[in-house]
Every structure is written in structure tokens, then in C-alpha cells.
């Protein structure tokens, strides 16, 4: 079901991406007409003209909001429907979930299901924060470096967090009603595997956790 939705999200953001071009296309000319009534010093439909112009509002809207149209890059099925699932979680909570892949991505580690729980894991706090926050946006994105590491990166708000140490201290959270044991289980599966690392940075009221997977060409 989630799929099917997908799909047919993107088949909408594809036409309005089509309505887009056609608009560029559209008002480019426009304003070659407004360059001729210009010279030919006809203020009158010089004006007229303008107005027609300024009026016209191509639909963009939604256009921001194409934030997984590059799923197709992730080519782990389990990593695929986690996504997928995640993001229309966001969605339902009025979040943007921004998923950043330019390129194939196929990890071959074959505790794939460590790395599904560990992405999880940092998606639900990314969203359970973000949730606190003024600013809606999640970033997860997918990059891979020298051919030999993928990195996973979740960024989300954070602007109460001052000390990213006391993320990983068991019992730890910032959230009412919670027992703060996600990060915690997320450090041991990471140090269950010889060849999953994880980093962390508080940058600009920002929270970044990057988890790296080598031993990938």
C-alpha cells in the first residue's frame, strides 16, 4: 500500500514538474512581449500587460515537497520500505522528511538487519524531536566515500540539546514518557559489527549522526 502511494506521489510531482517547465517556457516569452511593447514606448499596454504578468503563478506548491523522488537509488529492498514507511510517518506529523541520494547505493554487509534497526532507531528520535521543534525538517541522506564506506546521515533540530555525550548514556531522554535506551541499543548493534562505526556531531542546533559502513566495494 505504502508503494502504491509512492508511486502515485511521484506521478503527481511529475506533472507538476511538467507544469513547471511549461510555465518557464510560457513566461519566458511573455517577458520577450514586455521587452516589445517596452521599446515601442506604449506605456498603456506596457502596463496592462505587466498585470496579466505578475498574475501569472505557475503550481509549485508541492514541488518542495519532492523530497524522496530518488528511492529508486536505494537498491536494499529492507532499507527501501523503512523509508518509505518513515516518510509517510512524516508526513502525518507535518514533518519534511528530505532524503539526499544522488547516486546506486547497494550495501552489502550481511547484518543488512542492524543497519535497518539502527536507521530506524535514528529516524524515530529525528522524528520524535523534530516534533518539539519549530523547524520541520529531517535530513537522511545516502553518500559514498572513496568506494570503500557508505555513510548514513540523519540530521534533525536539536536546539535544546548542549551535551550529544548524555545521548548515549542508558536511561537518558529528552522526551516525556520515554526511557531513553534507543541510542544506547543503537551504539551496541553499531559495536556488534566490525564494520559499522557511528559519529556524531552537534552543529548549529543541529544534531548529526552518521553511520558508516565500510568493507562496502
Do not use: W
Request: with cysteine; glycine share 4%; aromatic share 8%.
Amino acid at each position: 500500500m505504502q508503494n502504491q502511494q509512492l508511486q502515485e506521489y511521484l506521478q503527481t510531482m511529475e506533472q507538476q514538474y511538467q507544469e513547471l517547465r511549461h510555465f518557464k517556457h510560457d513566461y519566458q516569452n511573455m517577458l520577450l512581449a514586455l521587452e516589445g511593447f517596452a521599446k515601442k514606448g506604449n506605456q498603456q499596454q506596457f502596463r496592462d500587460y505587466y498585470q496579466q504578468l505578475v498574475q501569472q503563478q505557475p503550481q509549485t506548491e508541492n514541488l518542495k515537497n519532492l523530497t524522496i523522488s530518488h528511492i529508486d537509488y536505494l537498491k536494499n529492498e529492507p532499507l527501501r520500505g523503512l523509508i518509505i514507511q518513515k516518510f509517510f510517518a512524516a508526513q502525518q506529523a507535518n514533518i519534511q522528511l528530505q532524503l539526499e541520494i544522488e547516486q546506486d547505493i547497494q550495501i552489502h554487509n550481511s547484518d543488512i538487519l542492524s543497519i535497518v534497526r539502527i536507521l530506524g532507531i535514528l529516524l524515530d528520535n529525528a522524528l520524535e524531536q523534530t516534533a518539539q521543534e519549530a523547524e520541520k525538517v529531517i535530513q537522511c541522506s545516502f553518500n559514498i566515500i572513496d568506494k570503500k564506506v557508505i555513510e548514513i546521515t540523519v540530521a534533525n533540530p536539536a536546539t535544546n540539546l548542549t551535551n550529544i555525550d548524555q545521548l548515549f548514556i542508558n536511561g537518558y531522554t529528552t522526551k516525556q514518557g520515554h526511557h531513553g535506551f534507543g541510542l544506547t541499543n543503537v551504539q551496541k548493534l553499531a559495536k556488534q559489527n566490525k564494520n559499522l562505526f557511528l559519529e556524531t556531531e552537534l552543529l548549529k542546533q543541529h544534531l548529526n549522526i552518521t553511520l558508516m559502513i565500510t568493507g562496502e566495494e
